[in-house]
């Protein structure tokens, strides 16, 4: 849901470039920005390294304003969600959400989104910034025989997150933050003050609360692999909340965070990003993403076709790959198998353990080859792990070589770097 890393600052751009409704507060603390999905929006604070040191140990402010909010609203919004998207979407409770994908008829992937139930007859569904219209004309499109319109709402809609371990902490004691009275949230939750419902709000859950006595919805979602929270609220209000968790949080280490480090934070976690991991010819199945698909559910959805009838048996998938060393595999990059003698460029002195439980990266792994200069397959997204100190990339790569421990190389700026094939996520939070 964010560039790749790296990314690079640009000045400010002028005139095209939409604003953030937070875009003052960015400039007062010394952000530098980028031009994303015609966005302005930051890039970094003070460093990529410590903004991403803060969410794994502390926490993180992001401004996310820039994602797209589409409302289905009807008393068939369910069924036109079911028939719209790969998932069960009328299972939703009230107040939970759902990872889904948008696809086309081929079985490709539009967007990978998260949708909300938050009435009877309401759901949210956020979609990435670059895909707001793609999402918006699609549901219009397939929502139309259906007993159910859809809005664009997000231009009237403002996103914050706060991702870390003390994030809850710092939610929890922000002033005039509260449960909306009367709304429709889960009925044991409507005697319980926002300190005791935020702590027992489930993950891929939200409620209805309110900021300044103006609605807010509170969901504890996130892109981080860490605890968190998503806050979706007026443009209006945005820049007063952003502030108050600041101040609130300053005492337990939350600082703002850029997009740079949001991609380093959501590799690491071995989360996929739309235009590198996912695109419109994958299938989901070649992502991991198999699961995401209900093919049990009743009726036809768009891919449903593609979908049952497969990817080809030599299509490629996705891996997650850990090297030793310093030197960090980037998107676009091409995988090799790895010589029969295990042999490799890098020499001895990248030779070594990968971390995350593989094997040593010089021993040869199963499916290894001949080592020949045509690509087995292609970074999609790498970067050095600030939190494993060693390096980690997504990959598609060809299925004989995708099993755990298989032993590959990464060309990387001429010569071939070792790597292996790793289980995701590179990494995972300890869990109270």
Known sequence: MVPSAPLDA???PKGSARLSPLNDAHIAAGASFTDFAGWQMPVRYSSDLAEHRAVRTAAGLFDLSHMGEIVVLGPQAAEALDHALAGRLSALELGQAKYSLLLNDAGGILDD???YRTGADRYLVVANAANRQTVADALTQRAASFEADVYDESDD????AIQGPRALEILQNVPELGIEAGADVPEDFEEKDIEQALAELKYYRSLSGTYLDHP?????TGYTGEDGFELYVSPDDAPALWSALLETGAGAGLIPAGLASRDTLRLEAGMPLYGHELTTSTLPSQAGL???VALSKPGDFVGRSAIERGAPEDARVLVGLAGSGK????AGYAVHARAADGGSDAGASDAGSPGAGGPEAGSPGAGASDGSN????????GALSPTLGHPIALAYVDPALAAVGTALDVEVRGTRIPFTVV??????RKKN
Do not use: D, K
Not at 216 to 220: E, K, M, N, S
Not at 327 to 330: D, T
Not at 423 to 428: D, E, Q, T
């Open 423 to 428: 289980a995701l996520p590179f990494y995972s």
């Open 10 to 12: 640009s000045p400010a």
């Open 374 to 381: 045509t690509p087995v397959g292609e970074i999609t997204s």
């Open 327 to 330: 030197r960090a595999a980037r």
């Open 290 to 292: 198999g699961r995401v």
């Open 157 to 160: 809609i403002a996103l914050i």
């Open 113 to 115: 989104l998260v949708v």
């Open 216 to 220: 807010v919805l509170i969901a504890r």
